[in-house]
């Protein structure tokens, strides 16, 4: 008979990426302690009790409350409310507060999720911290590790590959995470092939996607005459941009905006944009490549004279982003997820950059890697609208991804405990 102690863990969110990682390892932690609590036979001999903390990276309501609603989140227990800054200032700011946090709390897990400032900034805290005189300090985990895009320009690969060097469990979502993380040494005992907890989102939530009245709101089943058309979806692309090194400098960004002038003169394209790049839109003059949202009209379809610019909206929610991924007939990004969810959904994608950390997404087939050049982004487009890229999706990509975390977890627990 088993003695039941609690496992006290921190799972730390802070960008909108993290939130569709975290939601279901969050509601996996839930489903545990009920079938702990309702069932005879025990798992294991802990309850997790976890307590969530935002860092305040994103804080605009349509860049985290509206996911937290969207994603069934329950509201932070903590919220360190760092907002924006330099790479610097802003990770510095989040080590400050979140150590008082640690401090208070001791966990004994810290679960962090993606590549984000916020994952790095609380892994080396945790790593770093000391509870005792024993020098104990929470064991970190790592979802969503061993991706890499050898490129050290881009911030997150410096993040993703820092939090792996620091992390003790570490959580891979496609086989280029085990080959990577193999090759830079880290021991096998360390490495778990879970698949994707995003894509345990993603199935979760697409039937309510479904049901979303974004097509209407946005005229887009007008072009439903369009269903049929090459691929079968309705003939709209869906376009997001926000990487810094596409968006901050001048020339490049032009350069992206010159390359889809065609496809938006064949089809509409619906454009939900970053904060980040609807600044530099303003400050690069780039108005005219755009219509905003109150300048095109409900039911307006692009092939009765609509706007051939395109179509600049806020960015949405989870539930309406979903369903419009999951109609469009292609979906231009620089976006790392949108490439896995797109390839899950069978949906073509071309992505707007010079390499993936998602490798698996070129592989089957779904995803073309265009880089940044006009000709390259305008052939990408060409191909991917007429594409028939057929839905394959990747091994432990099933939904069930959180799930065999929590199991790891608390073997990972026990043993310690054992030790
Ligand atoms: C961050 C992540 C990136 C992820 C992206 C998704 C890092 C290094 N980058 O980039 O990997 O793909 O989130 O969105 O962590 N801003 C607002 N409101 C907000 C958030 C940001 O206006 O709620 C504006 C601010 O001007 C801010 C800028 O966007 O300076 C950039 O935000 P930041 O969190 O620094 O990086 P992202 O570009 O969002």
């Given at each position: 008979m088993y003695q039941t102690k609690t496992c006290k863990i921190i799972t730390v969110v802070g960008a909108r990426p993290n939130f569709m990682k975290a939601a279901p390892i969050l509601?996996?932690?839930?489903?545990?302690?009920?079938?702990q609590a309702t069932s005879?036979?025990?798992?294991?001999?802990?309850?997790?009790?976890?307590?969530?903390?935002?860092?305040?990276?994103?804080?605009?309501?349509?860049?985290?409350?509206?996911f937290f609603a969207d994603l069934n989140i329950p509201n932070p227990d903590v919220h360190l409310g760092v907002g924006s800054g330099s790479h610097a200032t802003q990770t510095a700011e989040i080590m400050k507060r979140f150590e008082e946090v640690l401090l208070q709390e001791r966990p004994d897990l810290l679960v962090v999720v993606g590549d984000v400032n916020s994952t790095l900034a609380c892994a080396l805290v945790a790593a770093k911290i000391s509870f005792g005189a024993n020098g104990a300090r929470p064991m970190i985990a790592h979802v969503e590790a061993g991706l890499r895009s050898f490129d050290w320009s881009m911030p997150e690969e410096i993040n993703r590959v820092l939090t792996d060097r620091v992390a003790d469990l570490l959580f891979v979502t496609e086989q280029s995470g085990l080959e990577n993380l193999r090759g830079e040494g880290i021991s096998d005992e360390k490495i778990h092939f879970v698949g994707n907890t995003m894509i345990d989102s993603l199935l979760a939530f697409k039937g309510k996607a479904e049901r979303s009245s974004i097509l209407d709101t946005m005229g887009l089943q007008n072009c439903g005459s369009h269903r049929g058309s090459a691929n079968g979806r309705i003939r709209y692309a869906l376009l997001t941009l926000h990487r810094p090194s596409n968006v901050d400098q001048r020339d490049t960004f032009l350069n992206i905006l010159e390359g889809l002038e065609e496809l938006s003169h064949t089809c509409p394209v619906i454009f939900p944009a970053h904060p980040r790049t609807q600044k530099r839109i303003a400050e690069f003059g780039f108005e005219r490549f755009f219509s905003a949202e109150n300048e095109w009209q409900k039911g307006n379809s692009h092939s009765a004279g609509g706007n051939a610019r395109i179509r600049?909206?806020?960015?949405?929610?989870?539930l309406d982003f979903m369903c419009l991924m999951g109609n469009a007939a292609v979906v231009v990004t620089d976006s790392g997820g949108i490439q896995e969810e797109t390839t899950c959904l069978g949906v073509p994608c071309v992505t707007v950059r010079e390499n993936t950390e998602r490798p698996i997404t070129v592989q089957v087939g779904t995803n073309i890697l265009a880089g940044t050049r006009k000709e390259d982004i305008r052939r990408a487009a060409r191909q991917q609208l007429e594409s028939k890229a057929a839905r394959s999706v990747p091994e432990g990509w099933d939904g069930k991804s959180a799930q065999r975390i929590v199991e790891i977890i608390c073997k990972a627990m026990e043993k310690k405990q054992l030790l």
């Open positions: 509601a996996a932690f839930r489903d545990y302690n009920e079938r005879g036979a025990r798992d294991s001999h802990f309850i997790l009790q976890n307590l969530l903390v935002h860092t305040g990276q994103h804080y605009d309501e349509s860049m985290s409350e509206r600049m909206v806020a960015p949405l929610g989870y």
